[in-house]
């Protein structure tokens, strides 16, 4: 059974960085692809960031790009991201998901994380 816990958030002013963290258990997760998600009040859960366990591919939504950073620790099988100069947009629970590297949807999700900025 995948379990990813998230952990990090919390409430910053504008202008200021967060780490989150995401710990993966349950699999080998060599063959999978991690990703970040948010989702702010009365709106859809949107893509953030994602990351190829195996070779460290990133990707990143524009909205992220250049302020955000997604990264691995394969030792500790956990996934970061790192949030600077934070926005009051970026307010949004934060879910941290897994799927497979051939598989079209992510399917393993996190709990999710509150990151609350304030202006």
């Known amino acids: 059974q995948v379990q990813l816990v998230e952990s990090g958030g919390g409430l910053v002013q504008a202008g200021a960085s967060l780490r989150l963290s995401c710990a993966a258990s349950g699999r080998t997760f060599s063959y999978y692809k991690m990703g970040w998600f948010r989702q702010a009040p009365g709106k859809e859960r949107v893509f953030c960031a994602a990351?190829?366990?195996?070779?460290?591919?990133?990707s990143y939504a524009d909205s992220v790009k250049g302020r955000f950073t997604i990264s691995r620790d394969n030792a500790k099988n956990t996934v970061y991201l790192q949030m600077n100069n934070l926005k009051p947009e970026d307010t949004a629970v934060y879910y941290c998901?897994?799927?497979?590297?051939?598989?079209?949807?992510?399917?393993?999700w996190g709990q999710g994380t509150q990151v609350t900025v304030s202006s």
């Open positions: 998901a897994a799927r497979t590297i051939s598989s079209p949807e992510y399917n393993f």
């Open positions: 990351i190829t366990w195996s070779v460290g591919s990133t």
